[in-house]
């Protein structure tokens, strides 16, 4: 077969996938520093809220034991969302191009698959006070929030009493929140928070607080409490300029991010346009099933 100069995908697409891929392994991840990031071989994740067992109670000499069982709660489902985008690279652009244009435009290729992965898991946090679908936590309250219902009854609160500016006192209250975390069966689940998730405008009053050794804004000499008790952890795709939020370490949070598919890319010649068509595909789906381990406050 003779050869066919129409046909340069093969010498096309190995450059533009190695420039994408470099690209978004240049850029750094904002989304893995707090979120759980695994892979997942189902349509979907699921996940069940049990309570275990009370505190042991005393028993009398010669009487019958108590008997418990655990507490089944609701169930949550976290379904994988597909993405999608193409673009085309014509057979003029191919042969005439001096300039580097076609990098370029695999440039932004990478940047709008990250701006979709990371907007994405940003938002669980954007929309953690707001009470629409998909926003939930599997206890049916919005992931922040001052009266989450425990599965023995009573209530507990993730989210600052009033509206309040990150501050040293609005973190003194978080850490007590913290501090003071039961289970749903009320008993003591102590939880100790290592990350200050925020945007971009509060980086330098975080730093303040953080840095200080004194407290600051105040001529007292008084100490800062707060001084590297916390990580500050500083998210571009936060939507709130004044929203702040804190969460404990990986282990003892549950904000979800599972990778169904990774980013696959796809190249072929078009045969009635002569040119170039790439495509990228990738599956995943992020969310907080569970509110334990994470605090907010909505900022004055």
């Known amino acids: ?21 470099e690209d978004l392994q240049a850029q750094p991840e904002e989304y893995s520093q707090v979120f759980n990031v695994g892979p997942s071989s189902r349509a979907y994740e699921e996940q069940v809220l049990i309570a275990g067992l009370g505190a042991v109670p005393t028993k009398p000499e010669g009487e019958v034991m108590k008997l418990d069982e655990p507490i089944q709660g609701g169930t949550w489902r976290l379904t994988h969302q597909s993405y999608a985008l193409g673009f085309q690279v014509t057979r003029e652009m191919y042969s005439d191009d001096q300039y580097g244009k076609i990098s370029q435009v695999a440039n932004d290729f990478s940047a709008s698959i990250k701006q979709t992965v990371e907007a994405t898991a940003a938002n669980v946090l954007n929309n953690g006070f707001t009470a629409t679908t998909g926003t939930l936590t599997i206890d049916g309250v919005t992931l922040f929030n001052k009266t989450h219902p425990l599965l023995n009854g009573k209530t507990y609160s993730n989210e600052c009493a009033s509206d309040i500016s990150l501050s040293v006192s609005g973190l003194q209250e978080i850490v007590t929140l913290a501090e003071r975390m039961v289970n749903e069966r009320g008993l003591v689940k102590r939880i100790i928070p290592q990350h200050l998730v925020i945007p971009p405008e509060l980086q330098y009053t975080a730093g303040e607080i953080l840095n200080s050794a004194y407290k600051p804004a105040s001529g007292n000499n008084d100490v800062n409490v707060m001084q590297g008790r916390l990580e500050p952890a500083i998210n571009h795709y936060l939507t709130s300029l004044t929203a702040w939020f ?16 990774q980013p696959s890319f796809e190249s072929q010649d078009d045969f009635f346009t002569k040119g170039l068509n790439f495509s990228t595909f990738f599956r995943f789906s992020t969310g907080a099933w569970y509110w334990h381990g994470a605090f907010g406050s909505k900022g004055a």
């Open 1 to 21: 077969m003779a050869a066919n100069r129409g046909q340069f995908a093969q010498l096309l697409a190995p450059g533009l996938h190695a420039i994408i891929f």
């Open 246 to 261: 804190v969460l404990s370490e990986k282990s003892s949070h549950y904000l979800k991010f599972f990778w169904r598919e």
